[in-house]
């Protein structure tokens, strides 16, 4: 006879209390600043975001569905799936959307629904989300945001700007695990929500409420995966020790670097300060240089990368998320750009580009 395994930690974690699901809830009620019930959801965040829209979706329901990557390509995807009519609101590649284009948008046509990425990995850029949110709100529009590259970065005040739904992950700026994520829902957005089918599904909003908030806010329907809540719980406390502001600090001190570093090597910002994104900082090439060639010529070590999507190309990522929103980790990076684009026969003033980024 074999002996029995011995205990590892990871197929062997206890049990997740039932008792313990809400104040994870209630913590990153916390965080969103807002009062509005908080789903908590096994899968990545896109699985939430594809919940949101099969749950809101619906044939009548208007969309105005603003696209700055492939997130919100999908979103609208979804969304139609679920038989709404959705308008796409598509900026320039890798670019934020431009005020003027929603407000005009929202002047043509009368929307049930706002749809908007807060702020983009893919591309280093921020929307006006508090601009969007209020054109969103005087037309009696729901709006639903993805918050999952921006919770924990950047300012984000749920209540405070009236978000009927915001999405959000552990995996970003939060330092933590990508298999559950997060939503909250406000009164307004629940009256919309269809109703449960007889059949659950994990895309179903109406489940989680039934099945979970209806039922006191015990055990979450469904198996939930033990090892990923224990991770979530240890992921929140880190994030209450250290502190919300100080964290949003902590990535907008990084951001700062980078950009100023990125400008001072390749003479070019991507986008401006005000729209640029906390948690990666895009670097605009010179011309006739691609990411492809800076990858290829950036010493090992570095977590540069390139674009994802369309207009990608044109620009490097610096990536300074949760556990890299540290100044050395900037500088670092900021130090493989130099030698990448010094040997593809731009002239970089490495030294300069580092006091430019500390000095920031
Ligand atoms: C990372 C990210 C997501 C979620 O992607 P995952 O595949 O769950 O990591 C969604 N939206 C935005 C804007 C993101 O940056």
Redesign the pocket.
């Known amino acids: 006879m074999t002996p029995p395994a011995p205990w590892t930690p990871l197929p062997d974690a206890p049990a997740f209390p039932a008792t313990g699901f809400a104040p994870l809830a209630d913590a990153i009620g916390r965080l969103l600043g807002t009062s509005n019930d908080v789903l908590l959801l096994q899968g ?4 939430a ?1 594809e919940a949101v829209a099969q749950s809101l979706g619906r044939p009548g329901l208007r969309a105005l569905n603003i696209v700055t ?1 492939m ?1 919100g390509r999908w979103f609208g995807g979804w969304l139609r799936r679920a038989g709404a009519e959705v308008q796409d609101l598509v900026a320039r590649p890798g670019q934020p959307i431009s005020l003027n284009a929603v407000s005009e948008a929202l002047d043509a046509a009368p929307f049930d629904l706002v749809a908007v ?6 591309y280093g850029i921020l929307n006006p989300l508090e601009e969007i949110a209020a054109l969103a709100r005087a037309r009696g529009a729901l709006i639903v945001v ?1 918050a ?2 921006s919770v924990g970065g950047h300012r984000l005040e749920v209540d405070g700007l009236g978000l009927d739904v915001a ?1 959000i ?1 552990p ?2 700026s939060l330092g933590g695990q ?1 298999g559950v ?1 997060a939503l909250s829902i406000s009164p307004a957005a629940w009256e919309r929500v269809a109703p449960a089918d007889e059949a659950p599904s994990i895309l179903s909003l109406a489940d989680l409420r039934d099945g979970w908030l209806a039922t006191g806010r015990l055990a979450l329907p469904g198996t939930p995966s033990a090892l990923e809540f224990h991770a979530l719980a240890a992921t929140l406390a880190r994030v209450e020790q250290e502190g919300l502001a100080a964290l949003q600090a902590r990535h907008a001190d990084a951001a700062r670097a980078a950009r100023a570093g990125a400008l001072a090597l390749t003479g070019r910002a991507w986008v401006s300060p005000d729209r640029a994104s906390n948690l990666v900082t895009a670097a605009a090439l010179p011309p006739g240089i691609t990411a492809a060639a800076v990858l290829a010529h950036a010493p090992a070590g570095h977590t540069l990368s390139a674009g994802v999507g369309p207009g990608g190309d044109g620009l490097i990522r610096l990536n300074h998320t949760g556990p890299r929103a540290r100044k050395d980790v900037v500088l670092g990076d900021l130090v493989a750009l130099a030698r990448a684009l010094g040997a593809l026969g731009h002239a970089v003033d490495l030294a300069a580009a580092l006091a430019a980024a500390a000095d920031a």
């Open positions: 990545e965040a896109v699985v975001l990557s997130y990425v807060h702020a983009e990995s893919a993805d999952v590259a999405v992950g995996q970003k990508a994520s």
